[in-house]
């Protein structure tokens, strides 16, 4: 067994793995494994630049939610509280617990366990979406040039729509890079992959659009 291990690691292609490169050819390069690896490692390194801003716009959603649940609610442990309203929330909040052995974690400590898809959900679920946000200034079609700033009866998007589309796109480049996967993979209409439909309204980003659209967050979130 080890010698077939040692063998496994000397072809790269079994270490990415086939189908992983497959996400980074195109048609008339489908067959050229090397610009394949080279395509992997121009999206890791991306993935590596947007890190720290990724991790300062979770960072600073966590704690937005936090000083809205706690001014509003008046509760300073109102995790626990919202675990014992909702079946649903009380099963995240019990794993939570359960990976520290059951220890009776603080509403901080809670906090910092909850992803941003969880996060962004109980905003949205607490239609804090235009209040604890303001995106009103940012041009969509900044990062592709086929995205709607309005409706089709020509009315502007609404600012809390906006904030559902931002989310969106936020917690999809999140997750996508945070499993290694292909932030610049294109549909075989060139259409970037990274894209959402929110109530008809379908928003994408173009891969060297990605940097932008998280600086665009952050300045909204650390406001000087």
Do not use: C
């Not at 959900?121 to 940012?138: H, Q, S």
């Amino acid at each position: 067994m080890k010698q077939k291990i040692d063998d496994f690691k000397k072809n790269k292609i079994n270490l990415f793995s086939q189908e992983r490169l497959k996400s980074y050819s195109l048609q008339e390069d489908k067959k050229d494994i090397e610009i394949q690896l080279k395509r992997h490692s121009n999206n890791l390194n991306l993935i590596q630049r947007i890190t720290k801003d990724l991790a300062l716009i979770e960072i600073g959603t966590r704690n937005l939610l936090d000083f809205y649940m706690k001014e509003k609610y008046k509760n300073d442990d109102w995790i626990n509280q919202e675990a014992q309203n909702s079946s649903e929330f009380k099963i995240i909040i019990d794993k939570i617990k359960n990976r520290y052995d059951n220890l009776i974690l603080n509403n901080n400590q809670l906090l910092s366990n909850l992803t941003i898809g969880q996060i962004t959900k109980i905003i949205r679920e607490k239609d804090a979406l235009n209040i604890i946000f303001d995106f009103k200034n940012i041009n969509l079609k900044k990062y592709y040039f086929k995205n709607k700033n309005r409706y089709k009866n020509r009315r502007p998007i609404s600012k809390k729509h906006k904030a559902d589309i931002i989310l969106s796109l936020l917690v999809n480049i999140r997750n996508r890079s945070f499993h290694w996967e292909n932030l610049t993979k294109l549909r075989d209409d060139g259409i970037p992959r990274l894209s959402v439909e929110n109530k008809g309204i379908y928003t994408t980003i173009e891969p060297d659009k990605i940097e932008t659209f998280l600086k665009d967050i952050l300045n909204e979130i650390y406001k000087e």
